[in-house]
């Protein structure tokens, strides 16, 4: 791509050359001024300037999303071992006479969310191993031999 800068910067003057004749023929007219500021932005990428930074913050963006990912994924952990200490401890504020309905309430809960994030990885392996497989199969027939 490097050595091919050159002419793609002689393709995109020449398209932009043909984009500023065809404006021209428009019914309604197109500052002058604009166009020579989209140009200018055009050029700006072209030297490298906004694609350093564009590439900066896709790389900010794709951290902050693994970052997420693992903080959620640990907070789920802990969430889903010390549940029960949790909601012990939420049940303090209720009056006792509702203590033990909410209890048990609060055991059902767990045991739904503990059930459906173990259903969930169960299924996300499963799936992964069979595209593993897939992918394995296709590479394997696709070598010539």
Do not use: K
Request: charged letters at 15%; glycine letters at 10%; aromatic letters at 8%.
């Amino acid at each position: 791509m490097a050595d091919q800068w050159d002419s793609l910067m002689a393709a995109a003057q020449q398209g932009w050359q043909i984009l500023q004749d065809a404006s021209a023929r428009l019914p309604f007219t197109i500052d002058d001024a604009a166009m020579q500021q989209i140009w200018s932005r055009v050029q700006g990428v072209a030297s490298g300037g906004a694609v350093e930074q564009s590439a900066l913050t896709g790389l900010t963006t794709a951290g902050q999303v693994i970052t997420g990912t693992v903080l959620m994924v640990i907070v789920l952990f802990f969430f889903l071992q010390d549940a029960e200490r949790i909601w012990g401890f939420l049940l303090n504020w209720f009056p006792p006479r509702h203590t033990e309905e909410l209890r048990r309430t609060g055991r059902d809960t767990v045991r739904t969310l503990g059930g459906y994030v173990r259903g969930t990885a169960a299924v996300a392996v499963i799936e992964m191993l069979a595209i593993a497989v897939g992918c394995g199969c296709s590479v394997c027939r696709s070598r010539p031999r």
